[in-house]
């Protein structure tokens, strides 16, 4: 057993935080901060350079820049959170100490001995190969053996966040079953193992082939595994991002799920509806049969779809709900107007939600279509799903978690509130504006990683229509404001750890960390739906999908025919 | 409670389901199974159908049977390079060599007409994005993908590399064109 003294309780909010495992979450938070800032640097560069009127870097330096970028802010950024997401999801609101610290230590100084060292092999010039890494086209070994180091250590991790919920459970830390932020974690812990186990199958042999111990490794074969993993590795960050989502629900409004049943089936949608989604990459490759790919993108009826839009409806409504038990119960959509537009915690899970659902959510679908895919494959519409989805969505959770660990787990008051207001508004408009002008120059055909579309110096080139050039000039503009709204993130969560005026660890502070938890939603809402505003807007939602998707359709008749 | 706690309720999979929530899994599950029904009905009215038809092959075979090709059909060259531009009959197999950092070589098909587009890679992964017509295929080693193509209209194609492949991928165009 744990001695008391390895545990604080926060005076405001009275979780219970095991000391070693705090000391673990604030490591993991802050090396995530780090990794997102240099990303984001990178990713200025490259937005330069895709912005025709600009065109910053020269063409090897564009595509060194591109794979650090991809890989900091996608694999380092994300995992190295979402690790600190599952401490505390595990230890600080199970009231457990965390199972095996030492361990866990070790997970976080592999996962950062494999990102420096990644970042070492890409610098160096000769692993210029994206993220993707596709074989046969080769890159340092040490390029394959740091992301191992970096996958084993977040394999630690997640074993460490299992470990600690069977601490919980044999030493009764919790009664009945665990929280529904922790169950959404644990979709992701799950997922998670899946997920790097494959890319430890592929990056494996790939390694072995580098150093030339094996002669071939399919290309076919690559692209499978890998997505296996690449694709699969989104699902841990949407799980992760829709545990934040509820957890933001309950501290900023007190708002329990509008059912338990539903929000956990929904999870577990996730679970056991995504184990080959990488059919959504190989949907235009040779010789994979289109029952395979049909079956395999859908489960014949999308399910992990459905669970999407499931939390899609959950997470607003019990947020609708709670406020209109506090008495903004008025017509349709009181409780949105009066809702917390300056705090940004919620306007940040806010966007992310809108951002993520119409923008992230819709085009997925629509591009992970087995025929539609032949009009988008490879184009730069494919970063535009993703800017939507992980940048802006995933990121933009995270970033509202963060406001709301700086009080609560790092004690210190946030400086420049003034800023931080505006923050997540400045960041969720640049990359909405990213991935939607990113979507528009695809769907006219513009390539992804690709350093000059008017083809200079070609034996041949190619005229895009003005429309893509004055696109992705659009979009070098929302680059320029995104990457102000992560900057400002940056800066306000950097200067308030470092300058920050400490917060008493016994003394509850003048404002509310956390708001008392609504009971029941007894009596409110209109007729017998207690969350009908929430309802309209999932209802705009969907006449959006629909008619996007069969525009789509549209597109994909006009073209040649193909069989 | 919140979603921070345990759920109050210990049985809480015998609470009722709120209402907004049932109706709203309805329209999403029927909105899911439209989606799913569209895939399989394209494939029997739709005229954008992957065959899926393709074999293992190499480099060197895959090259061979193309030079055949260019050996029968072509018409000019174009370029310094020289490119031949191949003119081969309707109906027939037609191979499109990728490499770095070509596609080689150029065809001139008539429109409204069909032929049988052999692709593969003679080293790394490359991405036949066929523009205007904003055709998308991903090309590899070791692989011949055959499609069945139809053009809709007469005009000059280019086919851009949309795979990155290297220091030269930007610059990796070739062109189709498409005569009435
Ligand atoms: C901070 C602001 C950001 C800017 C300005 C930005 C901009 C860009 C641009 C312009 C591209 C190039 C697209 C192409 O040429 O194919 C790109 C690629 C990418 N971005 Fe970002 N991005 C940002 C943040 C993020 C974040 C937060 C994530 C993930 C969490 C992310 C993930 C990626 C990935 C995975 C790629 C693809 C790399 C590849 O194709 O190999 N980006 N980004
Ligand atoms: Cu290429
Ligand atoms: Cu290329």
Known sequence: MATTTEFRTCPDTGLLFHKPAEKLMKAN?????????????????????????VHLLGDSDFYLTLTAHGINVLIFWIIFFEIAVLY???????KCRLATPRMAWLGFALMLIGAVANNIAVF?????????????????????LSLILFAVGA?????????????????????????LVTFGALTAAIIAIFTIASGAIILIPTFLWSVGLISNVDPIMYRVIWWAFGHSSQQINVAAMVAVWYAVAAVGFGAKPLSEKVSRAAFLLYILFLQLASAHHILVDPGISSTWKIFNTSYAMYLAVLASMIHGLTVPGSIEAAQRKRGFNKGLFEWLRKAPWGNPAFSGVFLSLIIFGFLGGISGVVMGTEQINLIIHNTIYVPGHFHATVAAGTTLAFMALTYWLVPVLFRRDLIMAGLAKWQPYIFGIGMSGVALFMMGAGTLGVPRRHWDIAFSGGAMTHDFPTTAYTLLGLMGVSVVLAVIGGGLFVLIIVSSLLFGKRKSMTQKSAESLIVEPVTSYQGVGIGKMVAPGTFVLALVFLTAFVLYYFVNWKYLSETWGIS | MSTLAPPSERLWWKEPIEKVEIL?????????????????????????????????????????????????????????RQFPVVRPPAGSDIYMVARLWDWWP????????????????????????????????QVL??????????????????????EYCGIGHHKMVGKIYVKE
């Open chain 2, 24 to 80: 709203w899994i309805a329209i999403a599950l029927s909105w899911g199974i439209v989606m799913f029904i569209m895939m399989p009905y394209w494939h029997v009215v739709g005229k954008q159908n992957l065959s899926n038809e393709a074999y293992k092959t190499t480099p060197e075979a895959f090259q061979k049977k193309a030079q055949a090709m260019v050996d029968k059909y072509t018409v000019r060259t174009e370029g310094e």
């Open chain 1, 29 to 53: 938070a802050v090396v995530a901060v780090v990794f997102l800032l240099v990303g984001g640097i990178l990713g200025l560069l490259v937005g330069l350079t895709r912005w025709p009127a």
């Open chain 1, 155 to 179: 394999l630690i991790g997640c074993f460490v966040f299992l470990g600690t919920l069977v601490v919980a459970r044999a030493e009764r830390t919790y009664e009945g079953s665990i929280p």
């Open chain 2, 141 to 162: 080693p070791g692989y011949e993908m055959v499609v069945t193509i139809t053009p809709n209209k007469a005009g000059e194609y280019s086919v851009v590399c949309n």
């Open chain 1, 88 to 94: 505390f999801t595990s230890s600080t609101l199970l």
């Open chain 2, 106 to 137: 150029i065809f001139e098909l008539e429109n409204g007409k069909s032929y049988r587009l052999h692709l593969s890679s003679m080293d790394w992964q490359h991405g036949f994005s066929l523009q205007p017509a904003n055709i998308n295929l």
């Open chain 1, 124 to 144: 160096q010039g000769n692993s210029s190969v994206m993220f993707t890494s596709y074989v046969p086209m080769p890159a340092d070994p040490l390029f394959y």
